[in-house]
Structure formats: structure tokens, C-alpha cells
């Protein structure tokens, strides 16, 4: 979240840091070739040039995140080592000049006593880390922490020098100045146990501390757990750094890399506040733990290679051996080391991703044994979470029924993002992970792994819908089947039996009287035609319960014209078609049954004021659209009886139902129909 307003305070401090470190070098600049005694002999402006990154980080954090806990203190701390640089520069010039400047004392005090400082302020900056103290028991071990380094640094403040060494050479360099004025004498006695006590409870602090980030880090979710994942980065490439100076034997190059490990906290730090995603930290873990250990691998060698063959050989082996040595050994160990130790480190970071066949192949494998839906997709939620190590997967795939088949392992977390499951460019379901952690930021390669695992997934899922489906359909078929034969018996029986039999039953009594009672006999003939007229109009009901008559006396666009105009409430509808031909029988009956059911729907449910139907023709298929500009329908609504006839109508004829509400308002109902050849060529 970043706010619009300029951190006035921090671009404050941040000029105070330029213009403290611009008096540092000038002071430094003063000081002749007087010999330095050791504890001033590094000039302050390096130490005063360490604050300066923290200051500006400080300040990008603030810009970013106004009045953020983190912001405030990486400005303290940036600030703390400007002071302590400029007042190394300071005491420096007094020494050089061998008088006491004014506040020389107070500098003094400043640069070997509140400095200590410094291990406060950053664990401050750990606990803090990434939004203010922790809660419950962390917040409290935390305080604790603090509680216990600040009483260190307190014990360290009043007692009095274990190093009278440097009070005389204080002395002599600048009469009178001191560099205890806080000390308390009665402490003279028990100096050193009192500053062994400051230190107990320094280093205790310390590492209460680092247990609480700790502690943090394991109970961290999501996008918190991603911004941690930034500080463990940090931690490891300040131990390679500060290892890889206590092995280098320049002081150039041991003064560069212990400043990088200082200043690769802050840094990592600010981009998890910032902008954590700016680069994937799954990819600087793995590739720091990977060089990291080829280095430790390569030096350890070396050194009990060097051992044995010192041992073996003396001082028959030259230097320029050694060095040949060393570098034919890295160059035979790197290649094999590089692979095995990235596939290891990979495997731990990131789970099995980087062998996709395996993945492929054993969830394969998992498919064939099985032909249940629930358990192939429970599969494949169990080898996405197993191929990319994730802490929580749910799969879902959407039935023709409107029915929806879930799949889910571990914990849901609170923030997540979903990729379709696709089928022949049908989106037939989907897939969703954790938006947030290491092993969730997925490289192009991931992405195939993924594909290559949903797309089995899917193909294997939709085989055994089709073939649920195909048992299904053909169960309907044979209900209806039976149905309908049992309806028509019903008619048959029921209906048209008893009024024929009543029609002969008249007949023959008309028969009977015509000759003796002619005006009876015209009676019943009349009532026979009424009868005979009834039976009619029932085999008129069945005949169009098997296929609408206006089908064969208008055609397709003609029946649904009739029916849309014969529509007395409801929306106007009005009825379009370019198709040029006669269509196969089933597909118009089909089509007749689709257009009137959402018509009906429209009416009924709606709201509409129009409502429009289309045929066209594309490619050997009917394309039946109906649209209205109705209230929609809820995208929370399960799919009712009247969708779900629908989709079984195109489906027996092989094809598709799309029902979509577009942003404008209104429902379209868009059937495709397969023609397999016109009505003509059949």
C-alpha cells in the first residue's frame, strides 16, 4: 500500500546522514601520518558510510508504507552509524593534533560505551520484522528480549574499563579527556564479573530473540510467511558473507564482504516490505544454498587434500602445485557437485517439481488402478501438492448435472488464486493453490510440470465422465423409451379405447332403430360424431406429444414464429434465421423443444421486455441462440430442472448448452446442434 504523501521526517534524517557523513570524510581528510593507535586506526567515514544504505532503505520503506515500525528504526540505526563514524573521525583528528577538542569527552563516551547500542537496535529490527512485534507469547519473549540486552547495555554503560590500556593512550593523545564519565568507582572492584554479566545477558537477549523470529517464522501464513522467507534468505547470505571473510586473507576484500553481510539485511527487508515478488526469493534461496555449498564442499576438500599431501610429502609440494591443485579440483568437483547439490536443495526447497516424469508417471500410474471420480481427483490434488510441495491443493471439476466434484488436501489458506482445468478448450473445472510462498511462485517450467499433470488428470476424469454420462444417457433412453410406450398404452387404453368402443357401442344402435325409430337413430349418429370428433383431437395430443405439427406444416423458424406470437404475456419475441434448407428431424425437434423451454423461462422468470431467437448455420452445425434483456440469473444459482433438460436435449444429439449473463444485463442460451449431414442428403 503506498501512500501518496512524502515522508517529510525520514528525507529529514536522511540529509542529517549526508551531511554527518560529509563532516566525517572532511574531519578524516584533516588527519595527518600521525600512527593511529589500533582502536582508531580505520577512518570514520567507513564506518559512517554503513548508515547511509540503511537510511535510504529506511526511506523507501516509509515512502511505501507511511509511519511503518521498520521504516523508523532502520532510519535509528542508519543514523547511529553515521554518529559512530563521525565520532571516529573526530577522536581520530584529536589524537592526530594531540589536544583535547571541545566535547571530546562526550565523543569518547559515545564511541566506546553507548555504541554498544548497535546488537539493541538490531534486534529491535528483527522482532519488528515484517509488521511490528509479534503477539501472544512471542510478543512477550520479544519484550523480553529487549528487556534483557537493554540491562546489559546498561551494566556496560556504569561500570568501569577492563582496558586501561587505552585510557593511558587516551590520555596521552588528548590531556584530559575521558572515556569513562558514566563509570561507577564502587564497580572497580567487580569490573570484570560485572562486564561478564553484560555480556550474559547481551548474548542471552540476542538469542531469545533470534528463537522468537524463529518462532515467528513457523507460525507465519501466507503473504507474512513469504515476507519471512526474505529475512531467511538474508540470514543465509550473511553467513556465506561473513564466512567467506574470515577465509579471505585481503583486508580490502574482508572489509567488502563484511559490509555486504551487513547491509544484506536491510535490503532483503525492505523489498519484502515493498515489493516482495520484484524477484522470485525460491530462486535466490536455491541458487544460494546451492553456490554456497559447492564453495564449503570445494574448500573442505581442498584442505584435506592439501593435509594429506602435506603429511605425505613435506616441502617437496611448491606453492605453484598448491595453487594447480586447488584449481584442477574445483574444476573436476564443480560440475558433479553443482547438480547434485542443486537437485537436493531443490527437492528440499521445492519439492519433486524439477522431476516432472516421475510426477507424470506415477500419478499415471494412480489413474489406471482406479475408476472412481472422487479418488482420481483426490490423485491428482495429492501429486500437485507432492510436485510442488505445497501446503494446500483443492481441484474441482464441474458435471453435466450442475453438480460440482471437489478434491482437497491440508489447510486452506486465506489468500489463493485458481488456473482452469481445460478438456479439448473446454473449461471443465479448476485448480488452486496458495497465492503466497516460496514453493507457490511457479517458473515457465513449473508451469508445464502443472500443465502436463492437469491436462492427464483431465483427460483421464473426463473419459470416466463420458462413460458415467454415456451409462446415464442411455439408462434415460430407456426409461423414456418405456415411458412414453406406457403413456401411449395409457392413451391408447384409457383414452381412445373406451371412445371407440362407444362409437361401435352407437353404431350398432343406431343401426338397429334406423328402420323402426329413424329420429332416435339420428340422434345417436349425432353424438357418435361427437365422440369420433373427441378421439380425434386425442390422436391429434399424441401425434404432437411425438413431433410438433407445425414442424412439418412451417418448418422450424415457422413453429417457433407461431409460438412466439401465440405468447398473449411476456416479453415481445421476435424470431431471425439465415439457415437454407430442411434440417434432420431430431435436430428440429430438438431445437422446437430448447427454444420453447427458455422461451418459457423467459417468461416466467426474467423480468424481460425482448427477447430474441436466432438459427444459423456454422459448419455442419445448428447454432441456436435465445438472449433476453432480463434481470440475469445469480451467479451463486445451482442449475435448475429447466437447464438441466436442456443440456440433456443437445447432449443426446452430441451437442452443447452455454448459458452466460453478460455485463450488461440479460441471459443468453446459446445450443449447438450437430447436423451430420442435412435433412436433403440423408
Not at 540503511?54 to 552509524?81: E, F, I, K
Not at 539485511?265 to 555449498?293: C, F, H, K, Q, W
Not at 494412480?366 to 490423485?379: C, K, P, S, V
Not at 337413430?521 to 399424441?542: G, M, N, W, Y
Request: glycine share 8%; with cysteine; net charge neutral.
Amino acid at each position: 500500500m503506498r501512500t501518496s504523501r512524502v515522508p517529510v521526517g525520514a528525507l529529514t534524517a536522511l540529509g542529517a546522514g549526508l551531511a554527518l557523513f560529509t563532516a566525517a570524510v572532511l574531519l578524516d581528510l584533516r588527519v595527518g601520518r600521525t600512527p593511529m593507535p589500533d582502536w582508531a586506526a580505520e577512518p570514520g567515514w567507513t564506518y559512517a558510510a554503513m548508515g547511509l544504505p540503511q537510511l535510504a532503505l529506511g526511506t523507501v520503506v516509509l515512502w511505501h508504507r507511511r509511519r511503518h515500525p521498520l521504516g523508523c528504526a532502520m532510519m535509528t540505526l542508519g543514523l547511529l552509524w553515521v554518529l559512530d563514524g563521525l565520532a571516529q573521525s573526530y577522536v581520530r583528528l584529536a589524537v592526530d593534533g594531540h589536544e583535547a577538542l571541545p566535547g571530546l569527552t562526550a565523543v569518547l563516551w559515545f564511541l566506546f560505551r553507548f555504541t554498544a547500542v548497535l546488537p539493541l537496535a538490531a534486534a529491535a529490527i528483527l522482532l519488528i520484522f515484517p509488521e511490528g512485534l509479534p503477539r501472544g507469547r512471542a510478543r512477550r519473549a520479544g519484550w523480553t528480549s529487549l528487556g534483557l540486552m537493554a540491562a546489559g547495555l546498561v551494566l556496560f554503560v556504569v561500570v568501569p574499563s577492563t582496558h586501561p590500556e587505552i585510557d593511558r593512550e587516551v590520555a596521552a593523545a588528548a590531556p584530559g579527556a575521558s572515556t569513562d564519565p558514566t563509570s561507577i568507582g564502587t564497580l572497580a572492584p567487580v569490573a570484570d564479573e560485572v562486564h561478564a554479566l553484560a555480556w550474559v545477558l547481551g548474548v542471552a537477549g540476542f538469542v531469545l530473540a533470534l528463537l522468537t523470529v524463529v518462532a515467528r517464522y513457523r507460525a507465519s501464513r501466507d503473504r507474512e510467511r513469504e515476507q519471512m522467507r526474505w529475512l531467511a534468505w538474508a540470514v543465509l547470505a550473511m553467513v556465506l558473507l561473513i564466512a567467506t571473510s574470515m577465509l579471505v586473507d585481503v583486508t580490502i576484500l574482508n572489509n567488502v564482504f563484511l559490509g555486504a553481510a551487513l547491509l544484506v539485511g536491510p535490503l532483503a527487508m525492505t523489498i519484502a516490505i515493498v515489493r516482495p515478488d520484484v524477484v522470485s526469493v525460491e530462486n535466490l534461496l536455491v541458487r544460494t544454498l546451492v553456490y554456497g555449498g559447492i564453495t564449503v564442499v570445494i574448500v573442505l576438500v581442498d584442505i584435506l587434500v592439501l593435509a594429506l599431501l602435506s603429511a605425505t610429502l613435506g616441502d617437496a609440494f611448491g606453492q605453484r602445485q598448491v595453487v594447480v591443485l586447488v584449481l584442477l579440483l574445483a574444476a573436476i568437483l564443480y560440475g558433479p557437485l553443482r547438480l547434485r547439490i542443486e537437485a537436493w536443495v531443490r527437492q528440499l526447497v521445492l519439492g519433486e517439481r524439477r522431476d516432472p516424469y516421475d510426477v507424470v508417471a506415477s500419478l499415471a500410474s494412480t489413474l489406471e488402478r482406479t475408476d472412481d471420480d472422487g479418488a482420481q481427483l483426490g490423485a491428482v490434488a495429492e501429486a500437485v501438492a507432492a510436485a510442488f510441495g505445497l501446503s494446500w491443493v483443492q481441484v474441482e471439476v464441474d458435471r453435466s448435472a450442475g453438480e460440482r466434484l471437489v478434491a482437497s488436501r491440508g489447510t486452506r489458506p486465506a489468500e489463493v488464486r485458481s488456473f482452469p482445468v481445460t478438456y479439448r478448450s473446454t473449461t471443465i473445472g479448476r485448480i488452486t493453490l496458495p497465492a503466497h510462498g516460496v514453493r507457490n511462485q511457479l517458473t515457465a517450467r513449473d508451469e508445464i510440470v502443472l500443465a502436463d499433470l492437469v491436462r492427464q488428470a483431465a483427460g483421464a476424469i473426463r473419459a470416466s465422465q463420458l462413460s458415467d454420462e454415456l451409462q446415464r444417457s442411455r439408462e434415460r433412453l430407456v426409461l423414456a423409451r418405456e415411458e412414453e410406450r406406457r403413456r401411449i398404452r395409457r392413451d391408447l387404453h384409457d383414452g381412445l379405447g373406451p371412445s371407440l368402443s362407444a362409437v361401435v357401442f352407437r353404431l350398432e344402435s343406431a343401426r338397429l332403430t334406423i328402420g323402426t325409430d329413424p329420429e332416435s337413430a339420428d340422434v345417436q349418429l349425432t353424438e357418435t360424431r361427437e365422440v369420433v370428433q373427441e378421439i380425434i383431437k386425442d390422436v391429434r395430443r399424441l401425434v404432437h406429444d411425438l413431433r410438433p405439427p407445425a414442424l412439418d406444416d412451417r418448418g422450424l423458424v415457422g413453429a417457433l414464429t407461431q409460438l412466439a406470437e401465440h405468447s398473449d404475456t411476456g416479453p415481445t419475441i421476435r424470431v431471425r434465421s439465415d439457415l437454407d434448407g430442411s434440417l434432420p428431424a431430431a435436430v428440429e425437434v430438438a431445437a422446437f423443444r430448447i427454444a420453447a423451454e427458455a422461451m418459457n423461462n423467459t417468461r416466467r422468470h426474467a423480468r424481460a421486455r425482448t427477447c430474441s431467437v436466432s438459427l444459423t448455420s456454422e459448419a455442419d452445425t445448428l447454432v441456436l441462440e435465445i438472449a433476453d434483456d432480463g434481470i440475469g440469473i445469480p451467479a451463486e444459482a445451482r442449475s435448475g430442472v429447466g437447464l438441466v433438460s436442456l443440456r440433456e436435449r443437445a447432449a443426446e444429439l452430441g451437442g452443447t448448452i452455454d448459458l452466460r449473463c453478460p455485463p450488461e444485463g440479460g441471459t443468453t442460451v446459446t445450443a449447438r446442434l450437430p447436423l451430420h449431414g442435412r435433412a436433403g442428403h440423408e
